[in-house]
């Protein structure tokens, strides 16, 4: 069943159809006749709102009258530090851009299904998919920046040499297993929460939705919260023998 276009899908594929084919192209897939998907332009506005937003608030940085805006990423900022110290150790700030990043862009992506005529981007697996391989390929590359490649891959054979045949299969596995494991939870839970919320609106009157949707509001930053712990969690996991 082909889904149906929000609005601003349907001002991307009016105005710029060939762009998006463009896009195709480069992947070498064949031109659609309509090649933006809701999830695509989704991304895109939430990219643009968090770029708008980082200027915004760069441009008001004041040592001396800081604003609303510079108090609120304040807060936040001290809540990212005090998460990525626990999980990773003194060293955190050096991925704090990172972990910042992805958790930003997961929360505004769960959120903006609230204002009427969005979506939520990670409704969508190949969007959750894509934050997973993000995290993967980011922790198993400060691993590698902090040990080396072969001491890296030295500590998938566990503590004793003996048990290296068994434990590095497991350790792989379970290492692969966890992007399949970010991507099915993000999705999954946006998803159920999405279609719940949707369905008590067409079937019922205003109250009962607007509860559904502060549960909705509620598994929304659970669920960009975990993502970020879970990240956190791996990297530390990924560099811990540089902090001893």
């Not at 708008?52 to 936040?76: C, I, N, W, Y």
């Not at 995290?135 to 566990?158: D, E, P, R, S």
Request: glycine residues 6%; charged residues 10%.
């Amino acid at each position: 069943m082909p889904e149906t276009e929000i609005w601003l899908t349907r001002l991307f594929n009016d105005h710029l159809a060939s762009l998006g084919n463009w896009f195709l192209g480069l992947a070498r897939m064949a031109p659609q006749p309509r090649p933006w998907a809701n999830y695509i332009t989704m991304e895109l506005l939430v990219a643009a709102i968090l770029v708008v937003v980082t200027l915004m608030l760069r441009a008001r940085l004041s040592h001396d009258r800081p604003g609303k805006l510079q108090h609120t990423f304040e807060l936040l900022y001290e809540f990212l530090n005090d998460q990525a110290r626990d999980q990773v150790g003194h060293h955190s700030n050096r991925y704090l851009a990172f972990f910042g990043t992805i958790f930003f862009f997961i929360l505004l992506s769960n959120l903006i299904s609230l204002v009427p005529g969005f979506e939520a981007p990670t409704m969508n697996a190949a969007v959750t998919l894509g934050c997973a391989m993000a995290t993967f390929l980011y922790y198993n590359m400060v691993g590698i920046q902090a040990h080396g490649v072969l001491k890296y891959l030295a500590h998938f054979a566990g503590p004793l040499w003996w048990l290296a045949p068994l434990m590095f299969p497991v350790e792989i596995i379970g290492h692969l297993a966890r992007p399949l494991s970010l991507t099915i939870r993000l999705y999954g839970n946006m998803y159920a929460g999405e279609q719940v919320t949707l369905v008590f609106i067409k079937v019922t009157k205003l109250v009962v939705p607007v509860a559904f949707m502060g549960l909705h509001l509620f598994v929304a930053v659970v669920q960009a919260y975990i993502f970020l712990l879970l990240t956190m969690m791996y990297v530390g996991t990924a560099v811990v023998h540089e902090e001893h």
